[in-house]
């Protein structure tokens, strides 16, 4: 069986998508231009043009996946999602389309793109409608400087989409910018050790200070609940060039929270090295510094710690689906074939108890 934990499906981000109304969540899409600039491919990469949050420079939802904007005079582009995307909209269908041609089982559809009410429904109906093919996870915003009766509400949103709508996982289920061992988080941790199901770690894509200290976070809390698996995605969401003065050395600052022994890491996730401009001849498929990368931590922690993920559909802004696949299934020559049947599923099964 083949389980891609890492994918999505989601309603045009041109429209209101759960938020009050179109504006506020094009705003909201503008808000995160920033920490992917350098990563994504783009009309320039001078900062200056970056579109700040808040800032008018008519920033919109375009078509072929880019986002555009004027600043200083300049229109400027970025590209968001994948060309092949004529509207900016990624439906369950096509995501199983895509699916049926590489043989892919099952996909677990990662909260997110929407806003949080609105995505668990959304979500739920896809699991819904296709059972056998999807595993819904949910984001809720248990936020600790918000009110007990907020979060005890956010809990109660949580157990019902896990006992009611068949949810199986969490993506981020918590301000990313709190501190995930915070104590006001304990009954959060507690939820997630009795629902027995994992929860997504969006972490990275902060600054480096930041994001060292947020590892260290949550490594606390999952040594603290040993009950609770863990996944890290985006290989970190860190991979820098060695000139970037947030660079890590990827994976070195992970290894010690991998070597947990309920926390597990994504691969597959090469649109970290997809801009030509940063990357150069390693922005190639089937990129040498992402096998590298794996085979650093497949020597920590083995096979029974990776789990497949694609990102679908952003995966196209670097390679085909198959190609993604292919590079557990033929390039990643240190693993033998039942290491490699476990990164494609078998880890998934377990953990998702599918």
């Given amino acids: 069986m083949i389980i891609d934990v890492h994918a999505h499906a989601f309603p045009h981000q041109g429209g209101t998508c759960g938020y009050e109304d179109t504006k506020t969540h094009v705003m909201m899409q503008q808000d995160f231009i920033a920490p992917l600039w350098g990563r994504l491919v783009s009309s320039t990469l001078d900062e200056k043009y970056i579109p700040c949050p808040g800032e008018d420079v008519n920033f919109k939802v375009g078509k072929y996946g880019r986002y555009y904007w004027n600043k200083y005079g300049k229109e400027c582009w970025i590209q968001r999602y994948p060309t092949m995307m004529v509207e900016m909209e990624w439906t369950p269908e096509q995501m199983i389309a895509f699916m ?8 677990v559809l990662q909260a997110v793109y929407m806003k949080a009410n ?3 429904k959304y979500l739920a109906d896809c699991v819904k409608r296709w059972p ?3 595993i819904g996870t949910v984001t809720i915003d248990y936020d600790i400087e918000k009110s007990e009766e907020h979060r005890q509400g956010e809990l109660k949103k949580l157990r019902d989409s896990v006992h009611n709508d068949g949810m199986q996982g969490v993506f981020q289920g918590y301000p990313r910018e709190q501190k995930a061992d915070d104590e006001r988080f304990e ?3 507690a939820e997630m050790a009795n629902l027995k199901i994992p929860h997504f770690f969006f972490i990275g894509f902060m600054p480096k200070q930041r994001y060292l200290e947020s590892i260290e976070q949550i490594a606390r809390v999952l040594k603290k609940f040993p009950d609770v698996n863990g996944i890290i995605g985006h290989l970190g969401g860190n991979i820098k060039p060695p000139s970037d003065p947030d660079y890590t050395d990827t994976p070195s600052e992970l290894l010690n929270l991998l070597k947990l022994p309920n926390v597990y890491f994504e691969v597959g996730y090469v649109l970290a090295y997809e801009n030509w401009a940063v990357w150069k001849e390693n922005y190639e498929y089937p990129y040498p510094l992402h096998t590298k990368l794996i085979k650093r931590i497949y020597d920590e922690v083995g096979a029974e710690k990776l789990l497949f993920g694609s990102d679908m559909p952003n995966t196209y802004r670097t390679c085909t689906y198959k190609q993604c696949l292919d590079l557990v299934r033929l390039h990643f020559d240190f693993l033998n074939e039942e290491g490699k049947s476990l990164v494609l599923g078998g880890n998934a099964v377990k953990l998702f108890r599918v």
């Fill in 187 to 189: 009954p959060f941790w």
């Fill in 118 to 120: 609105y995505c668990r």
């Fill in 132 to 134: 056998n093919r999807f």
């Fill in 100 to 107: 049926d041609t590489e043989r892919v089982d099952k996909a």
